[in-house]
């Protein structure tokens, strides 16, 4: 039997996280574009660490309520993981842009690319990790990212867009995973490899 079922692509997830970015923006910044991370200096912490405080909250959250959802337990806030992960693969392209943004201004050395925008960072393929967990490479790049902020000093500036990069993928291919992991069940397994080989997933656990 045919199961007539289409899942989550990766373009439509990334649009969607593009679209909820721009709405979201224009609610927070209005017509200056992350005006609300931009104005952190005004309490001495730079807008690249306010983000970073922001996109923690949010890696925290995935990891308390993926061990809920272990339980059986439900969140006591109307906010699912994959809510959740959109906002962290956000955060990770506001970052990176707005780190962007800051060499530009020279508030932060480095080189910087003069038309990095939110939509051609979040959307440059990386196909380099398909072979690895989604969360084994959220925690990853995670704790990749506290290492290079914690060691600025010392740290290649050059590290910061490709680790950024890869937790925009890992979260992406995380909510791609557990999009089609509840219809896995309705197919042959013929149908679910074939499933997983187009989203580059055959090889998740």
């Known amino acids: 039997m045919v199961v007539e079922w289409i899942p989550l692509t990766l373009e439509t997830l990334l649009e969607e996280c593009i679209d909820l970015h721009e709405r979201k923006d224009s609610d927070y910044a209005g017509d200056v574009p992350y005006a609300n991370f931009m104005s952190s200096t005004r309490f001495g912490m730079r807008p690249d660490h306010a983000i970073m405080v922001r996109l923690s909250d949010k890696y925290n959250r995935v990891l308390t309520l993926l061990e809920k959802e272990r339980r059986g337990q439900d969140p006591r ?42 939509r051609s960072f979040v959307l440059r ?54 999009s089609i992991r509840p219809h896995l069940r309705e197919l042959d397994p013929y149908q679910v490899l074939d499933r997983r080989r187009a989203f580059g997933l055959d090889k998740l656990r």
């Not at 956000?90 to 939110?118: D, S, W």
């Not at 590290?159 to 993928?169: A, D, G, Q």
């Open 125 to 178: 393929p990386n196909t380099s990790l398909t072979m690895m967990p989604p969360t084994t490479l959220l925690s990853w790049y995670f704790a990749a990212l506290c290492e290079a902020l914690k060691h600025e000093g010392k740290a290649r500036l050059s590290y910061f867009p490709y680790i950024l990069s890869w937790l925009v993928t890992a979260a992406a291919r995380l909510i791609l995973e557990r």
């Open 77 to 118: 806030v109307a906010e699912s993981i994959d809510d959740t992960l959109r906002d962290l693969l956000n955060y990770a392209g506001i970052m990176a842009v707005v780190r962007n943004t800051m060499c530009q201004q020279e508030t932060l050395p480095g080189k910087h690319e003069p038309t990095l925008t939110f």
